[in-house]
C-alpha cells in the first residue's frame, strides 16, 4: 500500500471505482452512464433516468412501466411514519424531519439481506417511492393539516407537486419539475453520496444510508446553498446593491451561495439547463424580479472570482425554478434529496458488487506519552 499526502477534504484522492456518472470540470461536462445530462433533460423522465443509473441501463418499455407502477404502488407511508411526524416540532427544518423519517422506514421494513435481489429491488422501490410522500406530508403536518394521499393516476413529479398544493399541477409545470429530477439525481463523489457509500460499506440496511446521505446533503455548502441562495437574493434586494454586496462578501471572506464547486471550473451544465428551465416559466407565468439580480450577480461575480474558476453551480438557479412552482424555500434541499436517492441508491449497488469497509487513516499530529494529570492538578 502506497501511503500518500493529506489532502484537506480528499481532494483529488479517488474514493471509488465507479460506472454511474463522469464529470469533467474543466469543460462543463456530465454524463450519467454515459449519457449526456443534456439528452436526459430533453428527452428522458426522472423514473426512467433513476433505472439507468440504478440497474446500468436503459429500462426496455415493458420493465419501465413495471417499475413505474411497483413505485406508484409503495408511495403511501404508513400511519405511524405520519403520526411519528406530527411529534416533530413544526419550526424543525423538513430536511431533519425527512432525515429522522428515512431512518425510520428502516424500523419497519426487514433489515440487510442484501444477497437477495427482490430485498434490493423492494428498498429501491421504497425509498423512491416513499421520500417524496414523506417530503409533502411534514409540509401539511406542520401546519396543523393532513397529509394529502399520494393519487395513484399522476405521474411520478406531478403527484408530488398535487401533494404540495392538494390541487392537479398544469403539465407543463409538471415536466419542467420532473427535469430538475433528472438534473439532481446524481453527481460522482460529491460529499452525500461519499458518506452514502461510507454508511453502505458497514453492510448497514438501505434506510440508514439514505438517511445518513440526507444529513450530509443538508449543510450550506453542499445541498443546503439552494435556500441560502434565495435568501441571498433578497437580501441583495435590487441590482444596484449587486456591486456593493459583492465587495462586502469578498472583503469578509464570505462564500457567495450558489457559486464555486470542487470539480467545475466553468458553469455547472446544469446551472445552465435549469437557467433555461427558470426563463421558460417566467415565459409562461410572469417574471421574477430576483432573476434580474441573479444575472447581475453572475456578471459580477465572473468579473471579480472567474479567473479563479468561481461560476454557478446546480444551486444558483434551482431555487428560482422552485419559487416559481410555488414551493416553500425550506422545502427546495428536500426536493434535492427526492433526486439524489437515485444517485446514493445507485451507489449503494455498485458498493455492494465489490464491498470493501471504508477506513482510511489519518495523519497524527497530537502529543505522546504525556503523564495523567489529576482534576484538581490541571
Ligand atoms: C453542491 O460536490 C458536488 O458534486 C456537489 C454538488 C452535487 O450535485 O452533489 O454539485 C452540489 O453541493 C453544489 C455546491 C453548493 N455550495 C455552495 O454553493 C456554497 C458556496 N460554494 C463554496 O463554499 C465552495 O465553492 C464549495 C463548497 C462548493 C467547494 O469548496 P472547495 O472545493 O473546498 O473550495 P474552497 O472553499 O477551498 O475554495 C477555493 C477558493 C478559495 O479562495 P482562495 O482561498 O484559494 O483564495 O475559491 C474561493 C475560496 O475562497 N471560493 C469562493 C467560493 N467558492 C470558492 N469564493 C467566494 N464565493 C464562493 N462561493
Known amino acids: 500500500m502506497v501511503a500518500c499526502e493529506f ?35 430533453d428527452n428522458s423522465s426522472f423514473l426512467e433516468t433513476a433505472y439507468l443509473l440504478i440497474w446500468g441501463e436503459f429500462p426496455k418499455s ?15 407511508i404508513k400511519y405511524r411514519i405520519r403520526d411519528m411526524m406530527k411529534c416533530f416540532p413544526e419550526s424543525g427544518h423538513p430536511m431533519d424531519a425527512l432525515q429522522a423519517s428515512a431512518a425510520a422506514l428502516g424500523l419497519f421494513y426487514s433489515r440487510r439481506a442484501l444477497d437477495d435481489p427482490i430485498y434490493i429491488r423492494r428498498a429501491v422501490v ?34 408530488f407537486l398535487y401533494m404540495m398544493n392538494e390541487q392537479e399541477p398544469d403539465p407543463f409545470l409538471a415536466q419542467i419539475f420532473d427535469t430538475c429530477l433528472i438534473l439532481h439525481a446524481e453527481h460522482t463523489m460529491n460529499a452525500s453520496t461519499f458518506s452514502a457509500r461510507v454508511t453502505a460499506s458497514t453492510l448497514t440496511d438501505p434506510y440508514a444510508i439514505v438517511a445518513s446521505a440526507v444529513g450530509t446533503l443538508a449543510g450550506p455548502l453542499h445541498g443546503g446553498a439552494n435556500e441560502e441562495v434565495i435568501t441571498m437574493l433578497a437580501e441583495i434586494g435590487s441590482v444596484e446593491n449587486v456591486q456593493p454586496f459583492l465587495e462586502e462578501k469578498l472583503a469578509t471572506k ?47 461575480v465572473a468579473e471579480k472570482l472567474g479567473s479563479k474558476g468561481i461560476y454557478p ?35 449503494w449497488r455498485e458498493q455492494l458488487e465489490t464491498n470493501r469497509i471504508y477506513r482510511p487513516s489519518q495523519v497524527y499530529i497530537g502529543d505522546h506519552s504525556l503523564a495523567y494529570i489529576p482534576p484538581e492538578s490541571r
Not at 474514493?15 to 445530462?37: D, M
Not at 415493458?62 to 403511501?76: C, G, P, S, V
Request: hydrophobic share 40%; proline share 6%.
Open 7 to 41: 489532502q484537506p477534504g480528499l481532494e483529488g484522492i479517488p474514493a471509488a471505482q465507479s460506472q454511474i456518472s463522469f464529470v469533467n470540470g474543466q469543460v462543463g461536462k456530465l454524463e450519467y452512464r454515459g449519457v449526456p445530462i443534456e439528452a436526459l433533460a
Open 62 to 76: 415493458d420493465d419501465l412501466d413495471a417499475f413505474q407502477e411497483e413505485i406508484t404502488h409503495h408511495r403511501r
Open 126 to 159: 421504497r425509498l423512491l417511492a416513499k421520500i417524496p410522500t414523506m417530503v409533502a406530508a411534514f409540509e401539511h403536518i406542520r401546519k396543523g393539516n393532513d397529509p394529502v394521499r399520494p393519487r395513484d393516476d399522476l405521474s411520478y413529479a406531478a403527484n
Open 254 to 300: 464570505s462564500k457567495i451561495m450558489g457559486f464555486g464547486h470542487r470539480v467545475y471550473k466553468v458553469k455547472d451544465p446544469r446551472a445552465k439547463i435549469l437557467q433555461k428551465l427558470a426563463e421558460q416559466l417566467f415565459d409562461k407565468t410572469g417574471g421574477d424580479p430576483s432573476y434580474e439580480i441573479a444575472l447581475a450577480l453572475e456578471k459580477a
Open 313 to 347: 453551480n446546480v444551486d444558483f438557479y434551482s431555487g428560482l425554478v422552485y419559487q416559481k412552482l410555488g414551493i416553500p424555500t425550506d422545502l427546495f434541499t428536500p426536493i434535492f434529496a427526492i433526486a439524489r436517492v437515485a444517485g446514493w441508491l445507485a451507489h
